[in-house]
C-alpha cells in the first residue's frame, strides 16, 4: 500500500477530515517505511487524534440528526480507536515487529477505506439532505471535546 483513495462522502466538512486524516495516514506509513519507531509511534498519536476529533465530530452531527445507524457507526469508531491505541503500546512496548508492519501496511488503512465507503458515504448522503444552508461546526470548533478522549501515551 502505498496510498490511500478514498471516496467522496459528498458532505464537505467531513470529506475536509478524511482528507486530514489521510495525510496523516501516509505520514505513518513514510516513517514505518523508514524503520523509524519513535516518529510511527509519533505519527500514529496524531492519526489517533485526528480520528478521535473526527469521530467525535461524525457521532455529534450523527445524534444532532437523528442518524438511524449511530449505534453501528459508532461501535465501528470504539473497534478502530481501540486498535490504534493497542497498536501503538504495541509499538512503543516492543519496536516496529513484522506484525506491526502489516498492521500498518493492512488493516490501518484498509478500515479506513472500507469504513468511509461503507458507512461514511451512506452518512454523508444522509446529513447532506438535511443539513442543506446549515452551518456545520468543522472538526476544528470540537477542540473543547478532545478533552474528554483518553489520548495514547507512552507508559
Same mark, same amino acid.
Given at each position: 500500500?502505498? =496510498?490511500?483513495?478514498? $471516496?467522496? +462522502? ?12 489521510? !495525510?496523516? /495516514? %501516509? ?16 505519527r500514529l ?32 469508531? =470504539?473497534?478502530?480507536? $481501540?486498535? +490504534? ?12 515487529? !513484522?506484525? /506491526? %508492519? ?23 448522503r444522509f ?29
Amino acid at each position: 500500500m502505498s =496510498d490511500i483513495e478514498i $471516496a467522496s +462522502t459528498g458532505f464537505g466538512p467531513i470529506d475536509e477530515e478524511h482528507r486530514a486524516i489521510c !495525510a496523516a /495516514l %501516509r505520514d505513518a506509513l513514510a516513517a514505518m517505511r523508514a524503520g523509524d519507531a519513535p516518529a510511527l509511534a509519533a505519527r500514529l498519536q496524531r492519526v489517533h487524534r485526528e480520528l478521535a476529533a473526527h469521530f467525535a465530530h461524525e457521532e455529534l452531527l450523527m445524534a444532532e440528526y437523528g442518524f438511524p445507524k449511530r449505534a453501528r457507526h459508532k461501535d465501528a469508531h =470504539d473497534t478502530y480507536l $481501540a486498535d +490504534t491505541a493497542g497498536k501503538i503500546r504495541v509499538l512503543q512496548r516492543d519496536g516496529l515487529t !513484522a506484525d /506491526l %508492519r502489516r498492521w500498518v501496511t493492512g488493516r490501518l488503512f484498509e478500515w479506513a477505506r472500507f469504513h468511509i465507503s461503507a458507512n461514511d458515504v451512506e452518512l454523508g448522503r444522509f446529513l447532506r439532505d438535511r443539513v442543506v444552508g446549515e452551518a456545520v461546526p468543522p472538526a476544528a470548533a470540537l477542540d473543547a471535546m478532545l478533552e474528554l478522549i483518553v489520548i495514547v501515551e507512552a507508559p
